[in-house]
Nanobody, 121 residues
Framework: QVQLVESGGGLVQAGGSLRLSCAASGSIFSINAMGWYRQAPGKQRDMVALIFSGGPTNYADSVKCRFTTSRDNAKNTVYLQMNSLKPEDTAVYYC???????????????WGQGTQVTVSS
């Protein structure tokens, strides 16, 4: 079993900052990509930022130069630093990780429970 637990969401004014964290735990053999998706009401879940085990990152165009993702491999934790937040960033943010568990040694996709980020204008 693998679990992802997020923290750090909340309410912030436009132009403010928030930092999200997501820690993976359980029967982990290896983690490849980790990252963040978001889903606003009535919309599909979209990729926000990904970081791969070797360090390369990928960002949605809408968050480039404002959001930064990083990871601590020793802690199996991924972070999302969000600056210059806009009302359109309001959504539930989900942590995602591609994890090979000890039992199967096969990669599977795991999701956190989601954390609400609300940006007021």
């Amino acid at each position: 079993q693998v679990q992802l637990v997020e923290s750090g969401g909340g309410l912030v004014q436009a132009g403010g900052s928030l930092r999200l964290s997501c820690a993976a735990s359980g029967s982990i053999f290896s983690i490849n990509a980790m990252g963040w998706y978001r889903q606003a009401p009535g919309k599909q879940r979209d990729m926000v930022a990904l970081i791969f085990s070797g360090g390369p990152t990928n960002y949605a165009d809408s968050v480039k130069c404002r959001f930064t993702t990083s990871r601590d491999n020793a802690k199996n934790t991924v972070y999302l630093q969000m600056n210059s937040l806009k009302p359109e960033d309001t959504a539930v943010y989900y942590c995602h990780a591609d994890v090979a568990d000890i039992a199967t040694m096969r990669y599977g996709a795991y999701w956190g429970q989601g954390t609400q980020v609300t940006v007021s204008s």
